[in-house]
């Protein structure tokens, strides 16, 4: 070999190192399939909480990602306020691998792993089965609920996790029970306990101009059984959508006059001020009807109507003003206990198994199950102890937040050990 030749052979293998060298040193590289829905903060919230634990955790990773069709523009915009370098891509998967749209194409060819986020069941699966046929990379799945009658099919991809983590302990008895086999299965809490948007401006806006003092009012979510998405979505109703519409008539006087009765508690000897809110498109209107307009005249006066829905970022601006919430929603309870906020649980069988997670954080006493009868009378005193014992109840709070801490740290542990 001349001279020269040897030198451009040399050279070659040094920048072929080089590139190697530069190839290993990259950021690990997180597809987040996530974002639901837009009709329900909560749904809305899963996505900027994994973003924050990935940002914390796992700073080293780059993440983008891979949204539901319905994500709004409004939404999309806070999610860039908090995230601002966060790329976003929508669009499915077919049969053949191939992506509806380039970006998400370009998206799942960049990533080194897919990870399914927070969300009331394994709520992408198809997209998430498209993606391991085709690609043959790994995935995880994070702090999900899982009710049972998973096809064949669906276990079978369950088993091919790295990880499943279950955001309420029913959700891992349920997987174990149906035979589901992963290499790591778990408790792992929802990723919306690590939301921190925040729009302070229209919040703080709001609470002047209803006479709602920091730390002297408390929240209230009402809700029905039964989501009205035919309502929300300006659908006909079907066979079901009667169904559960009946459900809902049987049931809400039954599940709003223990708020009632805890409201007017909570006015009459703390002095505190109420403010009723929405956590979805449906509840102003319940609100209004079932608790505002019900409740006694010298009651009603120190109670507030937040009569327009509300993204994720200026609610949460609310909570941490407040002295505290209660209602019959899971994840605005859940976004306030991961800001230092105290918050009650109301649940039933319609709202699947998610809200035993409370026992699961250390919160049991903070629990109400209206389908247990003895349950209702006990929301009110525990609402009145909720604010008249402001020491006790900031160390239940700061020992389920550091819990919860405690297993996201793990969690995302796991996580990262599955990235190059």
């Not at 539901?68 to 999610?79: H, I, P, R």
């Not at 891509?89 to 897919?114: I, P, Y």
């Not at 730390?215 to 079901?240: H, Q, S, V």
Request: aromatic residues 8%.
């Amino acid at each position: 070999m001349n001279r020269r030749a040897f030198v451009q052979t040399s050279l070659a293998s040094l920048i072929t190192l080089a590139l190697r060298a530069e190839e290993k040193k990259r950021a690990p590289r997180i597809l987040l399939r996530s974002s639901w829905q837009v009709v329900n903060i909560g749904d809305i919230a899963h996505t900027p909480g994994v973003l924050a634990l990935i940002e914390k955790l796992i700073p080293e990773a780059e993440v983008r990602l891979w949204a539901s069709g319905d994500l709004s523009k409004e939404v999309m915009a806070m999610e860039h306020v908090r995230f601002p370098k966060l790329r976003i891509v929508k669009g499915t998967l077919g049969a053949s691998g191939r992506a509806s749209n380039a970006e998400l194409g370009e998206a799942v060819a960049w990533c080194d792993f897919l990870l399914h986020g927070s969300g009331p069941s394994f709520v992408a699966h198809k997209d998430v089965a498209a993606f391991v046929r085709h690609t043959g990379k790994p995935f995880g799945v994070y702090g999900i609920t899982y009710g049972g009658g998973a096809d064949a099919a669906q276990r079978e991809l369950m088993g091919q996790a790295k990880f499943l983590f279950f955001r309420d302990s029913a959700s891992l008895a349920q997987a174990r029970s149906d035979g589901v086999a992963c290499p790591v299965m778990a408790f792992g809490p929802d990723g919306a306990f690590a939301c921190d948007l925040r729009d302070d401006a229209p919040a703080a806006a709001f609470l002047r101009a209803h006479g709602l003092e920091d730390g002297k009012f408390l929240c209230c979510i009402p809700r029905l059984r039964n989501t009205p998405y035919w309502k929300i979505r300006n659908k006909p109703m079907d066979a079901e959508a009667d169904r559960k519409h009946a459900r809902n008539e049987a049931m809400k006087e039954h599940d709003h006059a223990p708020l009632r009765a805890a409201i007017c508690a909570v006015v009459r000897e703390t002095g505190l001020k109420v403010l009723i809110c929405p956590e979805d498109m449906s509840q102003m209107a319940v609100g209004k009807e079932m608790l505002v307009d019900k409740l006694p005249e010298d009651v009603r006066k120190s109670v507030v109507w937040h009569e327009d829905f509300w993204l994720t970022a200026e609610a949460l601006s609310t909570y941490v003003r407040s002295a505290g919430l209660f209602g019959l929603e899971m994840h605005s309870p859940i976004m306030c206990i991961g800001n230092g906020v105290p918050a009650i649980v109301c649940r039933f069988a319609e709202q699947t198994s998610k809200g035993f997670m409370w026992r699961d954080i250390g919160l049991g006493e903070w629990l109400f199950d209206f389908d247990n009868e003895a349950d209702l009378a006990r929301l009110a005193p525990a609402a009145l102890q909720m604010v008249k014992d402001p020491a006790g109840t900031r160390a239940k709070v700061a020992k389920a937040r550091a819990f919860v801490a405690g297993c996201q740290r793990e969690t995302m542990g796991v996580v990262k050990s599955h990235l190059p």
